[in-house]
């Protein structure tokens, strides 16, 4: 291959001394070699499939007709992370995602796609401005190897921007100083990307089952809003975003979540790979009742760690959230809140912390799909309503 490139070389050498020279010009004028359409991405001859030897990083001293109709950019495969360039669904895939399995990530066309080169449109071989319902962008695929946070799931926000459908199940052990029992929650989420870096989240949605008398059987409130994502770094594998919901007196009037007439949450969320495979998130909120005078005021900071085993889907994980009341609420008594389910607007809960820690396991069979498991525990004396939790969850991620 080599012999061959010097010998074209050497033929186009007068041709190229007259343009600037080989490499003095950057580009060899499309006059010298018949056929030269652009200059970008042209391959010498005919070795379709073979890395071409025109248009390396821009610099140009063989030029030749396309061997496909869709043009190819190569960059030197040490270049990274844009290590190569491509249409959506070239003919002859000159990428090495063989050669880097984790890479390249991003948008290397600059076209805003986020492709893999040779793949399509994030990595899903399909046209870059395909949407779902003609109205949702795909999720951003550029961070492919983080999973979502289990515990706090109201409140834990993934910082990607995502179009998926979330379900959960919470089985949750009320202590026995508060009468213990059970509750579960059987919850669905909704997050629909509308833009590169906006999407609407449906974060609360659900219907709850109780055998204590701090809720009845009956149907969440619905909570929504949106996620802005303020920084990303596809190359660093970081990203923060900002977002506000707000919770709505909307269930069932035994089994809301709220007693007074709703609730803002005001959050940022960010993520980061911290090392080959390991990644780190956090988030942190402020829980602000519409009518102080009734609801309870709150933040939150919730940790999640997780490491993915190998090269397959399985990963481990562990979370940390932290909880405390800034606000007494007005309504119900026994000095205690419902943590990340329910605002009770509880007397005597200023100042309250709880802390919970979680150890728990997420399976990804596909891009598309997250399976997880995680069980909870409190470490501080007071409780709340959790003696122990145990949730699992499944999303389904266009």
């Known amino acids: 291959m080599l012999i061959r490139i010097l010998l074209a ?10 343009g600037g020279g080989l490499f003095g010009a950057g580009r060899l004028s499309s006059a010298a070699v018949p056929g030269c359409v652009d200059g970008c991405g042209e391959s010498f001859g005919d070795y379709s499939g073979m890395m071409p030897p025109s248009d390396i990083c821009g610099i140009e001293p063989i030029c030749a007709a396309p061997v496909c109709e869709a043009p190819v950019c190569a960059a030197p495969i040490y270049s990274m992370p844009e290590v190569a360039c491509s249409t959506p669904d070239v003919c002859g895939d000159m990428s090495i995602i063989g050669q880097y399995p984790d890479y390249p990530v991003g948008d290397f066309c600059g076209d805003g796609c986020g492709e893999y080169c040779g793949e399509g449109c994030n990595g899903f071989g399909a046209s870059c401005d395909e949407r779902l319902l003609g109205l949702f962008r795909r999720s951003d695929d550029c961070f492919r190897h983080f999973i979502s946070p289990m515990t706090n799931p109201v409140f834990f926000e993934d910082p990607r921007t995502l179009t998926e459908a979330r379900f959960i199940y919470i089985n949750n052990q009320i202590p026995g100083g508060i009468n213990g029992g059970t509750m579960q929650w059987f919850g669905l989420q909704l997050r629909a990307a509308v833009s590169e870096n906006v999407s ?28 802005y994502n303020l920084y990303r770094d596809v190359a660093g594998q970081s990203l923060v975003s900002l977002g506000a919901t707000l919770d709505m007196p909307s269930g069932s009037s035994d089994a809301r979540t709220t007693r007074g007439n709703g609730e803002f949450n005001l959050f940022m969320t960010s993520g ?25 005021t709150s933040i939150y900071w919730s940790n999640h760690i997780d490491k993915r085993l190998g090269n397959s889907g399985f990963y481990l994980l562990g979370e940390c959230n932290w909880y405390h009341w800034t606000n007494d609420g007005t309504v119900s008594a026994g000095g205690f809140e419902g943590l990340d389910l329910i605002n009770r607007g509880a007397i005597g809960v200023n100042a309250n912390d709880v802390v919970t820690t979680a150890l728990g396991i997420k399976f990804k069979p596909s891009a598309h799909t997250e399976i997880g498991f995680a069980w909870e525990k409190p470490v501080t004396g007071r409780k709340d309503i959790i003696d122990d939790r145990f949730t699992m969850d499944l999303i389904l991620r266009y």
């Open 272 to 296: 980061r790979e911290i090392a080959k495979d390991w990644h780190y998130l956090m988030a942190g909120g402020w829980r602000l009742p519409v009518d102080q005078n009734s609801d309870s």
């Open 200 to 227: 609407i989240i449906v974060n609360k949605t659900g219907y709850t089952t109780s055998g204590n008398a701090l809720a009845d059987d009956g149907w969440s409130n619905i909570s929504a809003g949106f996620k």
């Open 9 to 18: 070389s050497v033929i186009l050498m007068p041709a190229a001394t007259a």
